[in-house]
């Protein structure tokens, strides 16, 4: 496997699949309809996500994971990639739903700490140049390529304050994000990921609180 840095990015989903393989061996897929996260609980992910029954539909539970690593990445505030740190992610995102059950989902991402590491910064990464390695990718690893865009895909859920996870739409989201990066080569990665993708749903709106009533 190629080594981290900026130009091994395709290297990176391979690298990031196999780690968290071993987090999840032996797991059964989740299910692939849209995933509330902030009415999801942690005994709901473990049982009837990661665990789901056979013969439903589903989608990887790697993908899951990648979506959930790329989600708490961007909600932190953060802009890396990190190459070496997906199996640490499933671990303690697995050590903290098994402790408390009941909490959301949402909330287990927020109180996830896990090492990060082989950081890549997408604020510095070519739009185009990560395009065509992504694409060449798409034709030599099909798999490991959704695996990247999982996680490309989770971050800019993230970034746009969503909070629903629907795999279904990853294939709408990464031609969206192909279609962005040849209009605006020179952009980022980053800003690829912020500007609108009709697979990510904007956040619905908070109802505004009524005025306060003037005083007598």
């Known amino acids: 496997m190629k080594a981290g840095g900026r ?13 968290v393989a071993v987090a999840l061996l032996g ?15 942690c005994a709901n992910y473990e049982h009837e996500i990661l665990g789901a029954p056979e013969g439903l539909e589903r989608a990887d539970p790697i993908d899951t994971v990648m979506w959930l690593f790329g989600f708490s990445v961007a909600a932190s505030g953060d802009r890396m990639m990190y190459g070496d740190s997906l199996s640490p992610f499933g671990f303690a995102l697995d050590a903290e739903c098994k402790a408390n059950p009941a909490e959301a989902l949402l909330d287990a991402l927020s109180a996830v700490k896990s090492k990060r590491a082989n950081p890549m910064d997408l604020t510095r990464l070519d739009c185009a140049a990560f395009e065509a390695r992504h694409a060449a990718l798409r034709l030599s690893d099909p798999e490991s390529a959704t695996t990247l865009t999982m996680w490309l895909f989770g971050f800019a859920v993230g970034l746009s304050g969503g909070q629903v996870m629907d795999a279904s739409a990853v294939d709408r989201f990464d031609a969206a994000l192909g279609d962005r990066c040849a209009k605006h080569p020179h952009d980022s990665v980053f800003d ?11 956040p619905k709106p908070r109802p505004s609180q009524p005025a306060p009533a003037p005083r007598q």
């Open 7 to 19: 130009s091994a990015a395709p290297g990176t989903a391979v690298r990031l699949a196999a780690g």
């Open 192 to 202: 690829a990921l912020s500007a609108r993708n009709p697979a990510v749903p904007a």
């Open 27 to 41: 797991a059964a897929h989740a299910h692939s309809a849209p995933l509330n996260l902030a009415a999801v609980s």
